[in-house]
């Protein structure tokens, strides 16, 4: 913790001290600025009903005996704020810093169920100290133009959500709750587990994410060992992000562009997608249909990450005698090829109003796979770009 050396509070009629939850509390309801240089620590609660957004210098919340909260009807701006209130700071109206934020000791707890009372981070300010003990329980939001990584949690545990440049340059938001998506505490609906696209085999029923923003970006998620990633999958190349669509009621599969770790810690990174498509983000696995000495992956994203960019069927080597067939939705076919190789790439063949050699727009398509000799299999894959 950073040691106070002086401290310049300009006590006029705009300050004043008042009353919170029984507790004396520094009340603001004028216009008041902390100048360059400046160093403030607030041993009591804090309300704000004034001006206070125009701070440089530094602000540290502790009290060693209880907790403090913040409140008003103003957003106080900071520069440089520390927390070292080991039974948390509680906002009850948002808190922005805008140079650098550290985490000494406590959490901020910020109310789930009124996301704009969040800790802000703005112009790309960033925080430190961050662990299981020391985080945002609630939400957070940032505003900026570089990666971010959203320092939050639920339950005594750091459960971390990062976005990528550009995402949040209209402020994005996010929170983790570790609850059952089916029963959750803070949202008007439920998110049905078992109602999921084709393109998925199950979801998660351990908890979730929420994240808002208008800005397209990836996602990347983390997981440790309460997050039973075992019961999903055997292999991590199956574990996928996936997202709540409230106008189809169910989850959507947002793809799997890359992960590190293992089955009990570890991070994965979606398709990029526009968060506010989605109500909530969690884990599932993709459906991969498995038929005699085949794996057949129905997914198809041909962006060139090097995942899922062709048609994968998984042993088709070893029955070079085949022709695959692909039919759009209105039983057009699109492709035919005999002795497939897995190189299909949602390009169109020419039989529809797509020319040869344009890419087929996102959808479901029905594939149907001859090989000599043998029962034809058929089913459906679905194009994402």
Known sequence: MKT?????????????????????????????????????????????????DQNE??????????NLNVSGTRRPIFFDMEIDVPDDLNLDV??????????????????????????????????????????????????????????????FRLRPMRIENGAAVNTA????????????????????????????FGVSSFEFWDLDGDVETTVTLTWDDNSNIPTLVEELEDLRVVGWDETLNQWINLGNTGFTGDLNNGEITSRPFIPNDYVVLTFGTSEIILDGDLEIFTAVSPNGDGFNDTFIIQGIAQFPNNTLSIFNRWGVEVYNKSGYDNSWAGISEGRTTIAKGEELPVGTYYYVLKIEGQKDRAGYLYINR
């Open 173 to 200: 938001r996010g929170a983790y709750f570790f609850e059952n998506p089916n029963r959750p505490n803070f949202f008007s609906g439920s998110f049905d587990t078992d109602s999921f696209s084709n393109l998925l």
């Open 57 to 66: 210098g530094y602000v540290l919340f502790y009290n060693q005996d209880r």
């Open 4 to 52: 106070i050396q002086y401290i310049i509070i300009i006590v006029l009629v705009l300050l004043s001290s008042g009353k919170s939850q029984g507790q004396e509390a520094f009340y603001n309801s004028g216009n008041i600025q902390i100048h360059d240089q400046g160093e403030v620590g607030f041993h009591t609660d804090v309300i704000n009903d004034g001006t206070f």
């Open 94 to 155: 948002a808190v922005a810093v805008r140079n650098l934020q550290e985490f000494t000791s406590g959490r901020v707890i910020t109310p789930r169920d009124r996301r704009t009372v969040s800790l802000d981070y703005i112009n790309d300010a960033p925080y430190m100290g961050e662990d299981d003990d020391r985080y945002v329980d609630g939400y957070s939001s940032t505003t900026g133009s570089l990666d971010f990584t959203f320092p939050i949690g639920d339950d």
